[in-house]
């Protein structure tokens, strides 16, 4: 029982790469609302490989139909379902799984779980393409915190060892938020981006690849949402982040190297400006006691190096428990980073909302 | 709704610092268990501050009783409740934070989030002290993993700047992890206590506080718990993490370092040894596809530092909303993190046993 | 957030029955299940109108495509999302409703609720077709039951004042139940068949519609399951129950007539057989304190006479908030009871599995 | 896992009767809400045995005791937990069960489903006390709904066969309402409170028990609330309701006699008054597709005869498997009904308030 998550929203998810369709199921979106069918459609390109080369050649249809929960251009107020069928697989290009299992991925795990009934073709329910329905449930929860000006963007702060300033905490402009959702692979300074891609692209020709670091904002949320223990704005954001692959790490503000500061230093010391409570410095990146302060919401999700690479690889054959090796074919991703910031985001978005409803904002 | 959590065991938290009790209510933990009450009190006093010269003079009692759910030294598979009586409160010590709120601290956050009806008297709800019951709940939740075998043990990995080396992430046996429980300052190397301890009380004098890294490792797990998505084992750890106050960022394996790294080296290739599959090296802190693999569970915490300092901070009258300043008076902690490791380890072991019942292992 | 239910499996229903589609998600099935696709069709069929000329003449194309959670022929433990295409819709049947609101049914009351965006064709979501996705997972559920020789079957207990006696509640065999499941019209004795089809065809004649009571009774459960308060047999079949529409009331044993009974005649006295407990009579309905007693499990569900009737009603229309009347056309079932029947038992099952899986039964 | 409940709020109940204290914890109530501390007695003594002559002569002492929560006369918005010290119990009168199980009582299911590890004395968790924590929660659900002018009352419907006429389901006064709340033995008609009484007394020197049936009432509901499906307000009543041990059935508005009536007769139809949506009839109890119509909310509860009977009764010692007969000493009442009123209404009041929420309506 993984696929459920939420109290006022519920989501759904559910396929498997290589099954008939992935999709999911949204219970708890408000009656009423006007859906922007192109943005859904611009959310979910951001997310599908084969758009340029430093990803994969291998196209994956993303085009959704709604089932449910829609009518004359507005939410129902119940369950929007919608499904992707799936086309593009080649499933012989995974057929050598099914008993040597490929390191860093979840082959070994899920078939030790699952009993060895799961299909494990494309990696099965574990493969990245299932973040695709989550990329849609994201869409519609950004529409909505839209509307009230909440705006959510990331950059990609690192890939490797290649390097972009964070985001000024303190004063973080939406439209600099916005101008990034719309990138192909968000920086913040241009020419990162040249550097980024060279490396991945030289990575792609030596068979192998890399993570990254990506930065995510949230300005405009209110004041008080999230509450102390178990419904903390960082507990809930990073329960649905940690459920994207790929995702080794979650630090909110200054993260870990807040830990080098002293007291003095990490503390973010208030002022009132034009009736509002503001902090000087923003090292809690938003969030005191577990509950958003008004100041630009902050955090950093580490994503791993792709598993799939061409290199060979030692591994083990566990139909027979003995040691051999792997060489991975196919077409596959040398960085899922930029892929994966609308999911980051998506996910991100589904917490907030979750929280706004909570606290009847919404 | 924000105290409640848990699938197959949910744990309900209540109480005010300053309140007349602080408890926790724990439904699911199965019939017939012997609890070693020994083990509770020595868990709940690492906890406990007033128990030497780096932490705060303030005592607090933390005598615990049950009121339900035990019968004749075993549990009867129905809700134990445990409360704690609130002894050693000045509340005059925390009469100027009615309107005056204090920088890092959730005064502000909670003052808008409950309409100004929060008790705000030491923390209230937010208080660091609430986390006594999480450590009785997780006590419990230990004891029925070790039975298992299945044992938690962490380490201070840094103090500020002031670090020691890691745990040996593939071979890691389970008495350094119980020795380092019977530690007051648990560190790997000895002489990193006194560097660490000598930089606390430093900074004591200065009126600051620091805050560190805990790094903590369960071993022994068996292999196919988590789920994908929603309910990975870092999904299910980072909710109930993030529920401590003053947590910042959390990592898993190689955490943020492992996106400088390419897959090739961050991959980890399997091997068979004496039945089991093993991997060469743990990048992934023994956790693939959300579900755990068999080698040690690795994870870091990032714990701020204490915001309660002693010098001048500039900060906000909610009431008139103007500037003022604020002078924390009172006897506070230069640095909780030797604290909080009881608590992570707590919070680790509450979600493991959630996990390991869901998996009908328990 | 109305349409996810469960604790260890977890049900998403959604579909409108005009919409594109009506559908459910499961999550938490075990892997490895071998699923009996011509019993699901079976129980379907159970469930659709159009069979026989005491239902309505209105045919739903029930043939349901599994999209995910099935692999060579077995359940692979991920979320099995099945999906029904609508097709035999007649829309324009209903365009009078959108503002003129038919009594007895959800037409007033979802018309508040979802601020007038629902799908107000043919019922929307409150339609009685959004059962069959119900009975889809209650199939899967009853599987899984049978295969521990636990076997749920209902007969028509009364169709208006024509009744029929109950079950023997002590000595109950599987077998007559399984019989009842093969039925169409299911009763004990087959002369009461044609007594209530002759009444239910008067009352189509009339343009009326009539309801009754369902009887069903669960063989074979093991001692033990469910928990005292909110975990209850009764509270998690009721709550299941009342999902249904045209549900109105739900009785356990002796039910509503146990308030008649003496202390000395209503309690279930016990003895031994063959190294089981027994009780000699089952007021009780199987179930002691929230928890089955090994007896058989005994309740009778009341189904409210169908709402569209062709008969003048008075009425409103909301828009002007003026009276007026309603001659409801179209094609409509005099009596939902027998079709009624898979879907409690569809309800019963899947409410069952959830409580043998919370104990780790299955 | 079954002494939880709720979305909105969150009830967690604890305690054995014999044991230390028994409790609840509430989750979710809003902060400033000023609670009327002598109400919360009031109904806590509605529910206490040893008030007359026809219950027990046992008395219960039911002084409760607050201990997070409540500042300053008013709710903080965290969880509020309230324990009763168990004081009067003797022992001694419940030695006999550890291994000779009392009919209808949930000693042999208890003791299956914790393998022996239960506190059997005076029912343990299954005690009628526990319900005493359920009042206390109900208590402060009502006042809340008070303030919104929603009012809940019961009559006694039946003591066995003397049986009172219905509520007037069209035309109910919040006043008829509000006086029944303050009868210690609630009837419309006060001439069959003696005849009642007389009844039950004779049964009590019979040393019987008899049962009744509860009929509730909840008027000035908002139109809208509850949901489709799996959040019906059937649903969520009746998962509470069934909470309360002894409680064998529940119907809605005609209930059970809705399935003799024809459509024509059975349908609610509707007409406008003073811009109302009003129906002239109110067979569906308040209630159309889940969701609140404005009607009277009406339902009826059935509550079987006490279990513990002075008689001698067969029954089984578990510890040898062996047939044997019971004659329960101790002081127990021979008719609960009176005493189950309030419970079944806090617990009405719980889950129309956990509605209420949903709907963002507090």
């Known amino acids: 029982m993984s696929s459920v998550w939420g109290k006022n929203i519920k989501i759904s998810i559910f396929g498997e790469s290589h099954g008939i369709a992935i999709g999911v199921v949204i219970d708890g979106i408000p009656p009423g609302i006007q859906l922007d069918i192109e943005y859904i459609n611009k959310e979910m390109k951001r997310r599908a490989p084969g758009r340029n080369k430093i990803s994969t050649s291998r196209k994956e249809g993303d085009n959704f139909e709604i089932l449910s929960g829609y009518f004359n251009g507005r939410t129902t107020g119940t369950p929007i379902a919608s499904i992707i069928y799936n086309t593009n697989q080649k499933s012989k290009d995974y057929e050598i799984i099914k008993n040597i299992v490929r390191p860093g991925h979840a082959d070994y795990t899920g078939y030790i779980k699952y009993s060895g009934f799961n299909d494990y073709r494309g990696g099965g329910h574990f493969s990245g393409r299932i973040t695709a329905p989550l990329v849609f449930a994201g869409a519609i929860a950004k529409q909505i915190l839209n509307k009230r000006n909440i705006v959510i963007g990331s950059h990609i702060k690192s890939i490797g060892n290649i390097e972009e300033d964070s985001f000024n905490m303190i004063n973080l402009d939406k439209s600099l938020l916005i101008n990034l959702t719309n990138k192909e692979f968000p920086v913040i300074e241009?020419?990162?981006?040249?550097?980024?891609?060279?490396?991945?692209?030289?990575?792609?020709?030596?068979?192998?690849?890399?993570?990254?670091?990506?930065?995510?904002a949230v300005v405009n949320l209110p004041v008080g949402i999230g509450s102390p223990f178990f419904d903390s704005v960082e507990s809930r954001l990073s329960h649905l982040i940690f459920s994207i692959p790929a995702v080794k790490g979650i630090e909110f503000g200054a993260g870990f190297s807040i830990t080098k500061l002293k007291g003095s230093m990490a503390n973010d010391e208030m002022y009132v400006e034009e009736g509002k409570v503001k902090t000087y410095s923003n090292n809690n990146g938003g969030v005191l006691g577990g509950i958003t302060n008004g100041m630009p919401l902050i955090f950093r999700t580490a994503i791993k190096p792709t598993p799939s690479i061409g290199?060979?690889?030692?591994?083990?054959?566990?139909?027979?428990?003995?040691?051999?090796?792997?060489?991975?074919k196919g077409r596959h991703d040398p960085c899922i980073v930029p892929r994966a910031v609308p999911v980051v985001e998506a996910a991100a978005a589904i917490g907030l909302l979750d929280l706004m409803m909570e606290n009847k904002l919404i």
């Open 190 to 216: 241009d020419e990162n981006e040249k550097r980024m891609k060279e490396y991945i692209l030289k990575l792609k020709e030596e068979k192998d690849s890399i993570g990254g670091i990506i930065e995510t």
């Open 311 to 328: 290199t060979v690889q030692r591994t083990v054959d566990i139909s027979i428990m003995k040691n051999t090796s792997i060489e991975i």
